[in-house]
């Protein structure tokens, strides 16, 4: 059984920081493309970023570039999401999400995703 699990979210004032992680389990992630999505209440699911394997390739939304931070560590099969100078827009629920390819995750066609985990900031 393939699990993620996301952990980190929570209620921040407007200009505060969070980090997200998430941690996976049931194989092996080392070699697959890691991500996170947010999606708001009557808004469309967002790829905020995505990672490849070897950290090679990094994708930012226009959004939260120069905000957020994504890196991973495959030793630990876990992906970090560090937000910083968060906004009221980035209120959502916050996804994990891997796939083979970084070109798949931002395309919203991966395989396996988190439970969510929900962040709040208030303005």
């Known amino acids: 059984q393939v699990q993620l699990v996301e952990s980190g979210g929570g209620l921040v004032q407007a200009g505060g920081s969070l980090r997200l992680s998430c941690a996976a389990s049931g194989r092996t992630f080392s070699r697959s493309a890691l991500g996170w999505f947010r999606q708001a209440p009557g808004k469309e699911r967002e790829c905020v970023a995505a990672i490849s394997w070897g950290a090679g390739q990094i994708y930012y939304a226009v959004s939260v570039k120069g905000r957020f931070t994504i890196s991973r560590d495959n030793a630990k099969n876990a992906v970090y999401l560090q937000m910083n100078s968060l906004k009221a827009d980035d209120t959502a629920v916050y996804y994990c999400?891997?796939?083979?390819?970084?070109?798949?995750?931002?395309?919203?066609?991966?395989?396996?995703w988190g439970q969510g985990t929900q962040v709040t900031v208030s303005s």
């Open positions: 999400t891997a796939a083979a390819l970084t070109s798949t995750i931002v395309a919203g066609r991966s395989d396996y």
